[in-house]
């Protein structure tokens, strides 16, 4: 008989253990860091648009050359030979352009390398591809495209034409270099003033 209580509570147990969630065996959720989320995002875009420009370049160079060596107009010619050595010297650009750095950044951090100094790297490449000497390289290029044209062929309108064409794409191939890294980097500075036996010193802090 004292087996019966024992039974009775087995029975009114077992519906409770048969309801219990069994334990998890799925592995725990990763979070990604939201740093290599960025350096990812960036290298897409730097691949983007270090192809997408790579490619439109050399096509126009390829175009323009083609043309010059069908066309029977010598002024529709020379038009051609400037805009194609234009575009040429854009492709010579492109290869050696520091933008590459930011996937190859980006494959070091997703290999397990350091976080922040990829970010740092891929912020210098973008730094770099933006700088002051890009621009004026651009307006060089623009400037001795047009002036080719219209004081050694004497092509104005062409010569005005090659030179809005070069320095409108040129100045876009630039602010459209991916800054997500950059900006991260720029952000995490920060500025504080702290009193010194001269006055006071702007301390950055990162």
């Given at each position: ?10 029975l009114?147990?077992a519906?409770?253990?048969a309801?219990a ?15 290599l989320?960025?350096l ?5 875009h ?17 175009a323009q ?10 002024g ?27 996937w190859?950044a ?14 740092t ?17 651009v ?34 191939n ?33």
């Open positions: 008989m004292r087996a019966a209580p024992a039974l009775c509570l087995a009114l147990a519906p409770l253990t309801r969630d069994p334990p998890s065996t799925a592995p725990p959720s990763i979070t990604l860091d939201p740093r989320d960025l990812e995002r960036d290298a897409t730097a691949r983007v648009w270090f192809w997408g420009f790579t490619a439109a370049y050399g096509l126009a160079a390829v050359t083609t043309f010059a060596l069908l066309v029977d107009d010598d529709l010619r020379v038009d051609a030979i400037v805009g194609a050595a234009s575009a040429g010297l854009a492709v010579g650009g492109m290869i050696i352009s520091p933008v590459p750095r930011v190859r980006a494959s070091r951090a997703r290999a397990g390398g350091d976080l922040d100094l990829a970010l790297e891929a912020a210098e490449a973008e730094r770099q591809g933006r700088a002051w000497y890009n621009h004026v390289l307006g060089v290029v623009s400037v001795a495209a047009g002036l080719t044209l219209w004081l050694g062929y004497d092509r104005p309108v062409s010569a005005i034409i090659t030179f809005a064409q070069d320095a409108v794409i040129g100045e876009l630039l602010w459209l270099i991916p800054t997500r890294s950059l900006n991260h980097r720029r952000s995490a500075v920060a500025w504080s003033l702290a009193p010194s036996l001269n006055g006071a010193s702007l301390i950055a802090v990162w």
